[in-house]
């Protein structure tokens, strides 16, 4: 063998130039390296990345996995390092795959890679809220009418309550308030369904809200029927229908001709009037020296007929305006047919005002 063929011979397979007369490794092929370019690509690590395959490159994967030799057959490794021809990372000289490209060494075939995406795991309890949220969300708007046609039916009783008079217009409040309670439920964003959600809620809560007005109403006349059937029980003999008594019906009498007639009376107090007056010093002085004329011009027999007189005339008038509340309170009691054209007006407007709000009629675009 010539000179110049052991020097071809003797080349680097790292770095590709001649190793002849310089320190030099030989592996188990023959093949020869620089000391210093082992050396030095022994310190280089190559990166292992895992292969993520889609379905399409599993079989042709697969096939190349089938070409590459068992452990069994592999020759333990030389030590001598190479580069890759796919990437040109370091390598054993005899790999068959080179692991940070996938390149078959052999026949230089990559491996294309793709990344599969993995479900976080709080995917589950996030879609099992979100399917929560969905079924949920048709019955929000329900709920939110439900409390607000409920503070509305209450702010009417209260009201009615309170001041002793029915305001219709306050329907038109509960039906805004059931819209308004709809839409909220919605999110804020109104739409038909929680238009007519607020619809129904109002009509419900109105006819809820008038029903407790008029058992309020109905109350009331109770306590006055009460009042008057005491009354009756107290003025039913001359025992308790005093002299004192029947002077001050005559006073009152002769106040109520002055007032008919026209005359102005000169009440001692302005805030008394004949409404107010409990007794006779409550009348002007011209009116108690016209009753007291009139008093005394009777004898004892025509002063007890004038108090039996007025005794049965009292309870009469008793016994009418109890008839009178018996007949209010029944009509009172049946909600239909208390019903009047104002109260068709009333609740009108307010299912009008239920949709508008929530429909979102009358929210910023």
Same mark, same amino acid.
């Given at each position: 063998?010539?000179?110049?063929?052991?020097?071809?011979?003797?080349?680097?397979?790292?770095?590709?130039?001649?190793?002849?007369?310089?320190?030099?490794?030989?592996?188990?092929?023959?093949?020869?390296?620089?000391?210093?370019?082992?050396?030095?690509?022994?310190?280089?690590?190559?990166?292992?990345?895992?292969?993520?395959?889609?379905?399409?490159? *599993? &079989?042709?994967?697969?096939?190349?996995?089938?070409?590459?030799?068992? &452990?069994?057959?592999?020759? &333990?490794?030389?030590?001598?390092?190479?580069?890759?021809?796919?990437?040109?990372?370091?390598?054993?000289?005899?790999?068959?795959?080179?692991?940070?490209?996938?390149?078959?060494?052999?026949?230089?075939?990559?491996?294309?890679?793709?990344?599969?995406?993995?479900?976080?795991?709080?995917?589950?309890?996030?879609?099992?809220?979100?399917?929560?949220?969905?079924?949920?969300?048709?019955?929000?708007?329900?709920?939110?009418?439900?409390?607000?046609?409920?503070?509305?039916?209450?702010?009417?009783?209260?009201?009615?309550?309170?001041?002793?008079?029915?305001?219709?217009?306050?329907?038109?409040?509960?039906?805004?308030?059931?819209?308004?309670?709809?839409?909220?439920?919605?999110?804020?964003?109104?739409?038909?369904?929680?238009?007519?959600?607020?619809?129904?809620?109002?009509?419900?809560?109105?006819?809820?809200?008038?029903?407790?007005?008029?058992?309020?109403?109905?109350?009331?006349?109770?306590?006055?029927?009460?009042?008057?059937?005491?009354?009756?029980?107290?003025?039913?003999?001359?025992?308790? $229908?005093?002299?004192?008594?029947?002077?001050?019906?005559?006073?009152?009498?002769?106040?109520?001709?002055?007032?008919?007639?026209?005359?102005?009376?000169?009440?001692?107090?302005? *805030?008394?009037?004949?409404?107010?007056?409990?007794?006779?010093?409550?009348?002007?002085?011209?009116?108690?020296?016209?009753?007291?004329?009139?008093?005394?011009?009777?004898?004892?027999?025509?002063?007890?007929?004038?108090?039996?007189?007025?005794?049965?005339? $009292?309870?009469?008038?008793?016994?009418?305006?109890?008839?009178?509340?018996?007949?209010?309170?029944?009509?009172?009691?049946?909600?239909?047919?208390?019903?009047?054209? $104002?109260?068709?007006?009333?609740? $009108?407007?307010?299912?009008?005002?239920?949709?508008?709000?929530?429909?979102?009629?009358?929210?910023?675009?």
């Amino acid at each position: 063998m010539t000179s110049d063929q052991s020097a071809i011979e003797k080349r680097c397979i790292i770095c590709g130039t001649s190793c002849a007369g310089q320190p030099r490794i030989k592996d188990a092929t023959g093949k020869y390296a620089h000391k210093a370019c082992a050396k030095q690509q022994a310190k280089v690590q190559p990166t292992i990345q895992p292969l993520d395959l889609s379905p399409e490159e *599993e &079989p042709e994967m697969a096939a190349f996995l089938d070409d590459l030799p068992s &452990p069994s057959d592999q020759q &333990p490794s030389s030590g001598i390092r190479a580069a890759c021809p796919g990437c040109g990372s370091s390598i054993n000289s005899d790999a068959m795959i080179c692991v940070n490209c996938g390149c078959n060494t052999k026949t230089g075939r990559g491996i294309k890679t793709a990344k599969v995406k993995t479900k976080s795991k709080s995917n589950g309890p996030n879609l099992a809220a979100k399917a929560g949220s969905l079924a949920a969300a048709p019955f929000l708007p329900i709920i939110g009418a439900v409390i607000g046609g409920a503070i509305g039916a209450a702010a009417w009783a209260a009201v009615a309550h309170f001041t002793g008079y029915e305001i219709g217009f306050l329907a038109t409040g509960v039906g805004a308030i059931c819209g308004i309670g709809a839409v909220i439920g919605a999110g804020g964003d109104g739409n038909a369904w929680s238009g007519t959600v607020a619809v129904v809620v109002a009509i419900v809560s109105i006819i809820t809200g008038k029903t407790i007005v008029n058992s309020i109403y109905v109350d009331q006349l109770q306590s006055i029927k009460i009042a008057v059937e005491e009354g009756m029980e107290s003025k039913h003999t001359l025992d308790d $229908f005093t002299e004192s008594d029947a002077i001050f019906e005559i006073a009152s009498d002769i106040a109520w001709e002055l007032e008919e007639d026209g005359q102005t009376i000169d009440w001692p107090n302005p *805030e008394i009037d004949l409404y107010e007056a409990l007794d006779l010093s409550d009348f002007p002085q011209s009116i108690v020296d016209q009753t007291n004329k009139k008093w005394n011009s009777m004898d004892d027999e025509e002063r007890i007929e004038y108090r039996q007189t007025q005794i049965e005339e $009292f309870n009469q008038a008793s016994l009418a305006f109890n008839d009178f509340l018996d007949d209010e309170m029944e009509a009172s009691s049946d909600l239909m047919s208390n019903l009047s054209l $104002f109260d068709a007006l009333w609740a $009108f407007l307010a299912l009008g005002a239920a949709w508008q709000f929530g429909n979102g009629g009358f929210s910023e675009e």
